[in-house]
T-cell receptor
Framework: DAGVTQSPTHLIKTRGQQVTLRCSPKSGHDTVSWYQQALGQGPQFIFQYYEEEERQRGNFPDRFSGHQFPNYSSELNVNALLLGDSALYLC????????????FGPGTRLTVL | AQKVTQAQTEISVVEKEDVTLDCVYETRDTTYYLFWYKQPPSGELVFLIRRNSFDEQNEISGRYSWNFQKSTSSFNFTITASQVVDSAVYFCALMRWRDDKIIFGKGTRLHILP
């Protein structure tokens, strides 16, 4: 039973560029959330996707956008990258209405130069 | 507003000692969930436990135990007979019922010294 997977593992970009991160939920899960974890901090909620729609959003600018596909996988897009976007981006998945335990992937470490 | 406070930024203990990680939370909701996650150097958050607000029964899982006290809004985590493999950052977290947005504390970095 595959857990939550994320790609790529690491990514280096320069300021102003755009980036796309990918997440495949754990088998049987239909809901995905994205979190940003800056160095030395706890993860911060970015947004959640269910039934291919954004259901909730944290305090992040519109430069952060996402998408969920019919197979429940998800993408996180960040435009006009800033140095402050450097962080570990974590994806979590669960089965809506059945479990409230979110399982996290290994994360994508994004470095913006 | 919801908030999770982990006052211990970093703890170092010698292997086989017991160690307790503190967690204090704030919420106005009556129904909520509390979590503990472990984050090893690899970065992945490993789920350890979930507790709902109506279940104050303490839980033990092997060397791990959790003490939930609503009266003090605390959800502390104790590792008994610590091992080097327990070295990691531990996060306490809070989620309102049906909100699905987890609020994390800043974490406690635990060093188990051989």
């Amino acid at each position: 039973d595959a857990g939550v997977t994320q790609s790529p593992t690491h990514l280096i970009k320069t300021r102003g560029q755009q980036v796309t991160l990918r997440c495949s939920p754990k088998s049987g899960h239909d809901t995905v959330s994205w979190y940003q974890q800056a160095l030395g901090q706890g993860p911060q909620f970015i947004f959640q996707y269910y039934e291919e729609e954004e259901r909730q959003r944290g305090n992040f600018p519109d430069r952060f956008s996402g998408h969920q596909f019919p197979n429940y996988s998800s993408e996180l897009n960040v435009n006009a990258l800033l140095l402050g976007d450097s962080a570990l981006y974590l994806c979590a998945s669960w089965l809506a209405g059945v479990t409230d335990t979110q399982y996290f992937g290994p994360g994508t470490r994004l470095t913006v130069l | 507003a919801q908030k999770v406070t982990q006052a211990q930024t970093e703890i170092s203990v010698v292997e086989k000692e017991d160690v307790t990680l503190d967690c204090v939370y704030e919420t106005r909701d009556t129904t909520y969930y509390l979590f503990w996650y472990k984050q090893p150097p690899s970065g992945e958050l490993v789920f350890l436990i979930r507790r709902n607000s109506f279940d104050e029964q303490n839980e033990i899982s092997g060397r791990y135990s959790w003490n939930f006290q609503k009266s003090t809004s605390s959800f502390n985590f104790t590792i008994t007979a610590s091992q080097v493999v327990d070295s990691a950052v531990y996060f306490c977290a809070l989620m309102r019922w049906r909100d699905d947005k987890i609020i994390f504390g800043k974490g406690t970095r635990l060093h188990i010294l051989p």
